[in-house]
């Protein structure tokens, strides 16, 4: 993917992805950090994101690792803090840690359904929200993007904390846009639709059987891959999405519009 856009296109930017130690998380910090990034990679497991930017380095680009819970609102703004004081700045902030599980509505806990709201929803606002001085001061204007999912807005039966959480985080991010938009800062959302070699597409998909009628509803007959994740992340952080702010970044195959035929 690095041959598809310019060296050093983010050169000097310092992005900071959660849930960064695996799967989409990964394959985008190690994209940004091929075009000149230097990547914080943050998560839960500290030997995760730690082997993680320790790969990155032995490629020879520039990453460092945070143990992190984006659900604990001190313990992020200590983090953003430290990058800033490690690393001179903060431009980048991809917002992809996320904690999904398939369970029937009337079976979920209350504290089931806490906890992926917690996760998704709240630990995207306590990142951007810790993130925002950081962000407005950044002199090649701070980005902000956030995963989600095109079934946010479709509903996702089997998956209702993870679909409500996602739809909260696309509205987020277009009041942000507004909000933010004269403060230096752009505001964006990618919708993944069903990524291979991913923990979610194991445990929502595959695991429970669901592999094949998940492929049947994609037009171009494939899973996505990650690199396909972090390109559109590296689109929208890089020049080239200077002018981009509120939108949603669809990159599913055209699985959202894939209702069968009439
Ligand atoms: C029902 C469940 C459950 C399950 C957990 N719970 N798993 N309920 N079915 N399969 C309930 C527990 O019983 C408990 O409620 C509450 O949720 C909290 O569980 P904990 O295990 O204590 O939480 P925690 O250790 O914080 O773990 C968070 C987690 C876990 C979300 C439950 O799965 C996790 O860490 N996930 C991170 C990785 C992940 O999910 N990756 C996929 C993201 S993919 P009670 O009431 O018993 O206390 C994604 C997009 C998918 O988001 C795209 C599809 C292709």
């Not at 985008?28 to 075009?35: E, K, M």
């Not at 492929?215 to 689109?235: F, H, M, N, Q």
Request: with cysteine; hydrophobic share 40%; net charge negative.
């Amino acid at each position: 993917m690095e041959d598809i856009f310019g060296p050093g296109l983010l050169k000097g930017r310092v992005a900071l992805v959660t849930g960064g130690g695996t799967g989409i998380g990964l394959s985008t910090a190690t994209l940004l950090s091929t075009l000149g990034a230097h990547v914080v990679l943050a998560g839960r497991r500290e030997d995760v994101v730690r082997d993680a930017a320790d790969n990155i380095v032995a490629q020879g680009n520039a990453a460092s690792s945070v143990q992190l819970d984006v659900r604990d609102y001190e313990q992020v703004a200590a983090t953003i803090a430290g990058i800033v004081k490690d690393q001179g700045g903060l431009d980048i902030l991809v917002n992809n840690a996320a904690g999904n599980f398939r369970c029937a509505t009337e079976e979920l806990s209350p504290n089931g359904w806490r906890t992926v709201v917690d996760i998704d929803l709240h630990g995207t606002f306590n990142c951007t929200r810790a993130a925002f001085d950081a962000l407005s001061a950044s002199p090649y204007t701070g980005r902000v993007v956030s995963i989600i999912t095109s079934y946010g807005w479709s509903g996702w039966p089997g998956c209702a904390p993870a679909a409500a959480a996602k739809a909260g985080i696309q509205s987020l991010m277009r009041t942000l846009a507004v909000e933010w938009g004269d403060r230096n800062i752009l505001c964006n959302s990618v919708a993944p639709g069903a990524i291979g070699d991913t923990e979610g597409a194991k445990r929502i998909h595959d695991d429970v059987g669901r592999g094949d009628h998940e492929l049947s509803r994609v037009p171009v007959g494939r899973y996505g891959e990650r690199d396909d994740i972090a390109a559109a992340v590296a689109y929208l952080v890089s020049p080239a999405g200077r002018y981009v702010n509120g939108t949603d970044l669809v990159v599913d195959g055209g699985r959202q519009f894939s209702f069968g035929t009439a």
